[in-house]
T-cell receptor, first 111, second 114 residues
Framework: GQQVMQIPQYQHVQEGEDFTTYCNSS?????IQWYKQRPGGHPVFLIQ?????EVKKQKRLTFQFGEAKKNSSLHITATQTTDVGTYFC???????????FGTGTRLTVIP | NAGVTQTPKFQVLKTGQSMTLQCAQD?????MYWYRQDPGMGLRLIYY???????DKGEVPNGYNVSRLNKREFSLRLESAAPSQTSVYFC?????????????FGEGSRLTVL
């Protein structure tokens, strides 16, 4: 069945360091979405990528969608304590009636 | 706008008891979803409803039932709770289909089954 894997599972960084999480799908995706979940909170949508090779930026966050549309990455430049949380990628199944979530990367930022 | 509202936020059940989680959205979305979140396993879809009057199974539907009462409300029922159903449950709503737009999540319902 369709699987969406993320690495690493956990990441501890010093404040100011960069952070990257990688997402890999077992199947080609029509699009990929990224969500952030703060500790004790609920997932909040960050962005959706649709085109092969697409790169989008949101301030210090850079999102990429692979050429083959099977992988994606989220890069945070100069992390801040407000970046703490778990980052999930998610991709739709072929029937487009479900969004498969990756296992998430939990980011801890040490002040 | 409240967005997606779930109740209750916390619940403790004994094995075999039943309960219903309520969810309502005020964004006029067609699609609504119930996910469960367990440590190290991300979010897994239990049931979804693509439109009022329709429901379909997701990845992990066993032990659950759902009702799409109207366009706004989508409830999740545990008929006979089991310890394996201890989890955090999230209701979500979205546009026409999951692949065309973001999902909006409720704040979650933390369920413990003893």
């Amino acid at each position: 069945g369709q699987q969406v894997m993320q690495i690493p599972q956990y990441q501890h960084v010093q404040e100011g360091e960069d952070f990257t999480t990688y997402c890999n799908s077992s199947t080609t995706l029509s699009n990929i979405q990224w969500y952030k979940q703060r500790p004790g909170g609920h997932p909040v949508f960050l962005i959706q990528l649709v085109k092969s090779g697409e790169v989008k930026k949101q301030k210090r966050l850079t999102f990429q969608f692979g050429e083959a549309k099977k992988n994606s990455s989220l890069h945070i430049t100069a992390t801040q304590t407000t970046d703490v949380g778990t980052y999930f990628c998610a991709g739709p199944n072929k029937r487009a009636n479900n969004l498969f979530f990756g296992t998430g990367t939990r980011l801890t930022v040490i002040p | 706008n409240a967005g997606v509202t779930q109740t209750p936020k916390f619940q403790v059940l004994k094995t075999g008891q039943s309960m219903t989680l309520q969810c309502a959205q005020d964004m006029n979305h067609n699609s609504m979803y119930w996910y469960r979140q367990d440590p190290g396993m991300g979010l897994r879809l239990i049931y979804y409803s693509a439109s009022e009057g329709t429901t379909d199974k997701g990845e992990v539907p066993n032990g659950y039932n759902v009702s799409r009462l109207n366009k706004r409300e989508f409830s999740l029922r545990l008929e006979s709770a089991a310890p394996s159903q201890t989890s955090v449950y999230f209701c979500a709503s979205g546009g026409l289909a999951a692949n065309t737009g973001e999902l909006f999540f409720g704040e979650g319902s933390r369920l413990t089954v003893l």
